[in-house]
């Protein structure tokens, strides 16, 4: 990873993975923009400022912008990832409860 070593990497998105839960902070819930004005632009922002200030001291140095960058959206593709692994997963548990009782 550019910028930060890659155990390093894995902790920060693990971390942002937990900042984003905490958060609530979803990109679905509004309208694309492109001038960096949604609610989401903001979060990032706040977020990855939060993460150098936070990571800088533990880490030893600070990391850099683009590991930052991606370890935010690596972060999202996780989440993303395991909401559709959850919801997968009960539209499996109903399908063979219905298979085997014939009802939901």
């Keep these: 990873m550019i910028g930060v ?6 902790r920060m998105v ?3 993975i937990h900042v984003l839960d905490q958060c609530q902070i979803d ?3 509004e309208a694309p923009v492109y001038d960096n ?3 989401y632009d903001h979060a ?3 977020i990855t400022d939060t993460a150098r200030e936070f990571w800088a001291p533990r880490l030893g140095y600070v990391p850099t912008d ?3 960058f991606r370890a935010f959206f690596e972060a ?3 989440r993303l990832e395991g909401e559709r692994s959850r919801r997968h997963q009960t539209l ?3 399908l063979r409860h219905w298979f085997r009782n014939g009802r939901w």
């Design 5 to 10: 070593l890659d155990e390093d990497y894995d």
């Design 14 to 16: 693990e971390w942002m």
């Design 27 to 29: 990109h679905r819930a």
């Design 37 to 39: 004005g949604s609610h």
């Design 44 to 46: 990032f922002y706040r």
């Design 66 to 68: 683009e590991s930052l």
């Design 76 to 78: 999202e593709k996780r």
């Design 92 to 94: 499996f548990e109903g």
